[in-house]
């Protein structure tokens, strides 16, 4: 009851000024910031940006096998939309949009002005943003990469791919894994040592936590899908022979250094959505999160068993039953973990004071999605079964229910609880129910006949169907779905328009959050806290009292801030043009590209860090 009353009395008639100058500014103090809210709004831009386009492919996916025999969309096109759909969505969109929360909200949970390293925070957004626009432009010379987005050797290599739309993959996805690396290093680092005083690990808020467990896995995990690019490379320009079983290569090398990134992956797309909803579920419970070091532990048991589950995406390749007895095991035990989590959002609903706003709808719907696709996950730990499914649309309609039923949801469930921080504006609760209910009847009237196609036996990365298999209505239904959920998308996009003109203002705490970054304006000034914060307990604004100090204290001096700084721009536009002179084969514009990244470096190196 205590806790309800000190929500309530620190969210209720709190007024605050908007600083409306902090975003304030032309073109130029955007590509030169290092503010990490700036950064943390750019990521949400382009990689929204991307998910529009990545959401656009699937809709042409769809419209093609809507009908049997459909002429809508050729073959090598069709190859070349499942490819960078797949790419798109996990790398472009998903990815981002999860760093995009990281920049913005983990400082603020921690009591933080920045991030440890603000530039190398821009050089990671910088890099993504080119890398993301390289990859693309593959569509503009020669047709986009149409290997899938696991690339399998050895459909990747030059005598099944000529041309340059495999060097466009391998090349991007490289400068990517400089991005993730890069912002991972600095989340690290940021956690560990510009935490408020009092905050100690086990007070650190879930989101700050997951946050932390994902930038260990993206240093742990990108390594090995980074060498077998590099080898991939060295096949494709060099001649080598890494991956050709004639020259004594062998192709399931890189199915291993691909699933053993590519599963990990999964839960570095997976963990930050867990961290989100494991604020907002207990900011809508009005109570503590049930369990809190249960849930900081089976994140962390996650992560280190999913490096022990790659080769379950292996099981048709013949590894032989003793790899496959171990690695169904570790597939079954990765599950407890995860229904640790989801026991433990339901506990705390349980029992609490429900409000039924948006945040909350899309969280309790992430949990209902994620569910299924967990269980159709754990039909996968089976090898038997596993091999009948795994080249069916049984599995697409499972990585859905994963990435987007659990993944983008929850993204939907934080950008609709920290709108209100971010802009100062409300969004609509009205259009977010909408947004909703449409969203969760398109995405299960999509996915959820996928199953049965898979069990039926349409098989995945197809083209076309001949008429009377029995394919048709399921097909029908799931493309009219996925035209619904792109309404729904137009829904959300709405919102934002309308409530970034007319919205409501939010506030410093509309929610009656417990986490330091609603103890401060919306949106959050240039320096976030005038006076640092200390912590004397796990949800600091719901304990008694709340904070010790005013952390807005407007008689305190103002910090000073990281000066701007072009430099990490343009480092990020001389990888990307050493990168196209690879793909080019010509050797001046790769050095051309490495001259303006030395250059970079030494400019970074010797520009004042302090306005």
């Known amino acids: 009851m205590a806790v309800k009353e000190a929500a309530a009395e620190h969210g209720a008639g709190l007024d605050s000024g908007t600083h409306e100058g902090t975003y304030s500014g032309g073109l130029w103090s955007w590509i030169t910031t290092v503010d990490h809210k700036r950064i943390g709004i750019m990521y949400a831009v382009f990689a929204f940006f991307f998910f529009l386009v990545g959401g656009l492919e699937a809709l042409l996916i769809r419209l093609q096998l809507g009908s049997p025999e459909n002429t809508l969309i050729d073959p090598d096109l069709y190859n070349q939309l499942f490819t960078m ?112 005083p009092g905050m100690s690990l086990m007070r650190m808020p879930l989101f700050t936590w997951m946050t932390f467990v994902t930038s260990f896995l993206l240093i742990l995990a990108f390594p090995a899908i980074t060498v077998g690019l590099v080898l991939l490379m060295f ?76 080769a379950h995406h292996m099981f048709s390749v013949g590894l032989g039953p003793i790899a496959n007895t171990v690695f169904s095991a570790t597939t079954m035990l990765i599950a407890i973990p995860t229904g640790v989590k989801i026991f433990n959002w339901i506990a705390t609903m349980w029992g609490g004071s429900l409000r039924l706003k948006t945040p909350l709808y899309f969280a309790i719907g992430f949990i209902a999605m994620f569910i299924i696709g967990g269980l159709s996950g754990v039909m996968h730990s089976s090898a038997a079964a596993d091999l009948q499914q795994t080249d069916s649309y049984f599995v697409v309609a499972h990585i859905h229910y994963v990435l987007f039923g659990g993944v983008i949801f929850a993204l939907f469930s934080g950008i609709y609880y920290w709108f209100p921080k971010i802009t100062g504006k409300l969004l609509s609760e009205g259009i977010g129910k909408v947004h909703f209910w449409v969203m969760l009847l398109a995405f299960n009237l999509t996915f959820f006949p996928q199953h ?153 190196a010797f520009q004042p860090l302090e306005r």
Not at 108 to 129: E, M
Not at 481 to 505: D, E, P, T, Y
């Open 85 to 196: 759909h797949g790419t798109t969505m996990v790398f472009l969109a998903i990815m981002p949009l999860s760093a995009a929360f990281f920049n913005f909200i983990v400082p603020l949970q921690l009591g933080a002005r920045d991030v440890a390293f603000p530039r190398l925070n821009a050089f990671s957004l910088w890099v993504f943003v080119f890398g993301a626009f390289f990859l693309n432009a593959s569509f503009l010379f020669g047709g986009a990469p149409d290997a899938g987005w696991f690339g399998y050797a050895n459909l990747t290599s030059t005598q099944y791919s000529p041309g340059v739309r495999i060097d466009f993959w391998v090349l991007g996805l490289q400068v990517l894994g400089v991005s993730s690396i890069a912002a991972a290093l600095n989340f690290i680092v940021t956690i560990i040592n510009l935490r408020a």
């Open 452 to 604: 049965y196609l898979g069990l039926h036996g349409m098989p995945r990365r197809t083209f076309t169907y001949q008429e009377g298999l029995g394919f048709e209505a399921m097909n029908l239904m799931s493309t009219a779905g996925s035209l619904l959920l792109g309404f729904s998308i137009l829904i959300f996009l709405w919102n934002v328009l309308v409530s970034l003109r007319k919205g409501a203002a939010a506030g410093r705490d509309p929610w009656g959050g417990a986490t330091l970054e609603w103890a401060i304006d919306s949106p959050p000034p240039h320096y976030n806290f005038r006076v640092e914060p200390t912590v004397h307990s796990r949800d600091p604004l719901w304990a008694a009292g709340g904070l010790d100090v005013d952390v807005n204290d407007p008689a305190a001096p103002e910090p000073h801030m990281p000066s701007p700084s072009l430099w990490p721009f343009i480092l990020s536009a001389g990888l990307v043009v050493a990168a196209a002179g690879a793909v080019a084969k010509s050797l001046v514009v790769v050095l051309a590209g490495g001259a303006i990244v030395v250059v970079s470096i030494f400019g970074w």
């Open 235 to 310: 096949d494709r320009t060099f001649g080598t022979s890494f991956f050709n079983p004639a020259a004594g290569g062998d192709v399931l090398l890189w199915q291993h250094l691909f699933w053993i990134f590519g599963h990990p992956e999964v839960y570095i797309l997976l963990l930050p959505s867990l961290g989100i909803v494991s604020e907002v579920i207990p900011t809508f419970s009005r109570k503590p999160l049930f369990g809190y070091p249960f849930v900081v532990y089976s994140g962390i048991l996650i992560a280190f068993l999913g490096f022990g589950v790659w």
